[in-house]
C-alpha cells in the first residue's frame, strides 16, 4: 500500500504604500477585475471572458511574463474567477480555474487599506495595498522566490497607481 502525500500549502502577503491617493481612489480603480493590466507590470493583457467586471463569479484571462510557464516556454496564462468582493472593506478574492505556470488550489485576496500619516505637519494620503495568497506548492519552485515576485511587481504596481493619480 502507498503513502498517500498530502500537497504543502504555502500562504504569503506582500503590501506596498500608495502616497497621495486615498484608499477609495485606489479601490476604484482595483475593483475593475479585468483591468489589472492597466496596473500590473509584465501583464500584457488581462481582459474578461465571462461574466462583468467585478460580479462574483466574473472570469479573467490573463497574460504575461512575470511568472514563467511550467514548461518553461513563452509568457504564462490564467483564467481567473472572482469569488469575493467586499466593498465596505475594499478587497476582493480570486481563484485561479486554469493556467500554464502550475499552480494549483491557487486562491488570492487584494486589499486597499486607508492610512493617515503626518509629515510635517499636515496630513496626507496613504493607503496600503495587500495581497495575500494561498497555493499548493510548485515543484521546483520556492515560496520565497514567489514572494519576492509578488513584492517586487506591488511596489511598481504603486507606483503606477500613483502616477495614474497624479500623487507624485
Request: glycine share 10%; aromatic share 10%.
Amino acid at each position: 500500500m502507498e503513502a498517500e502525500e498530502v500537497s504543502k500549502k504555502w500562504e504569503g502577503k506582500v503590501s506596498a504604500k500608495v502616497r497621495g491617493p486615498r484608499a477609495e481612489q485606489v479601490w476604484t480603480l482595483l475593483q475593475e477585475f479585468f483591468n489589472f493590466h492597466n496596473y500590473f507590470p509584465s501583464l500584457a493583457t488581462c481582459h474578461g471572458i465571462q461574466g462583468i467586471s467585478g460580479e462574483l463569479g466574473c472570469v479573467r484571462y490573463c497574460s504575461g511574463s512575470s511568472i514563467r510557464s511550467s514548461d518553461g516556454h513563452g509568457g504564462s496564462w490564467s483564467k481567473e474567477r472572482l469569488v469575493a468582493v467586499d466593498a465596505k472593506q475594499r478587497s476582493f478574492s480570486y481563484e485561479i480555474l486554469e493556467s500554464n505556470i502550475g499552480f494549483k488550489s491557487y486562491v488570492a485576496t487584494m486589499k486597499v487599506v486607508d492610512i493617515d500619516e503626518v509629515e510635517e505637519g499636515e496630513l496626507n494620503g496613504l493607503c496600503v495595498i495587500e495581497w495575500s495568497f494561498e497555493v499548493e506548492a510548485v515543484e521546483g519552485w520556492e515560496l520565497d522566490d514567489l514572494v519576492s515576485m509578488y513584492q517586487a511587481g506591488l511596489v511598481c504596481m504603486a507606483r503606477r497607481i500613483e502616477d495614474l493619480l497624479g500623487s507624485r
